[in-house]
Structure formats: C-alpha cells, structure tokens
C-alpha cells in the first residue's frame, strides 16, 4: 500500500498549530483548577476570581455552582 505523501511544510504548520493549541488549553486549565482552589478557601469573589484569572464571570459563577453541589 502506498503512503500519501505529505508537504514537509505543511506537516510542521500542523504540527505548531497542535502544540500552540495544546499550550492554550493547558493554560485555561490551569486558571480553572486555581479558580476552583479559590472557590472552595472561599478567599476571593466570583467577580474578584475571574479579574486575576481572566476567567469569564459565567465561567467561575458555573464553577462555584459545581463546587457547591459536590
């Protein structure tokens, strides 16, 4: 069976793009797990969490709901 061929330029533009995508998901998951950790100390506000996060207000208000059920 016969391999396609792929433009080495092109496999390397794919291959950043994984990685850039890859490295922004961990960075988003990162500010979740520390606006949780901060939901539960109860240190900061929703509106306080997602100013030094970044996080969307909607985003940690869904994250306190989550942590309140559990």
């Keep these: 069976m016969l391999k396609p061929w792929i433009d080495p330029k ?3 533009k ?3 793009e994984g ?3 890859g490295k922004l998901q961990g960075k988003i998951e ?3 797990e520390v606006a949780e950790q901060l939901l ?3 240190i900061m506000t929703p509106p306080e969490i997602s100013e030094i ?3 969307p207000l909607e985003q940690v208000s869904r994250l306190q ?3 309140s059920q559990q």
């Design 10 to 12: 092109v496999k390397r």
């Design 14 to 16: 794919a291959l950043m």
């Design 19 to 21: 990685r850039r995508e």
């Design 30 to 32: 990162g500010k979740i």
């Design 40 to 42: 539960r100390r109860g």
């Design 53 to 55: 996060t970044g996080l």
């Design 65 to 67: 709901e989550e942590n």
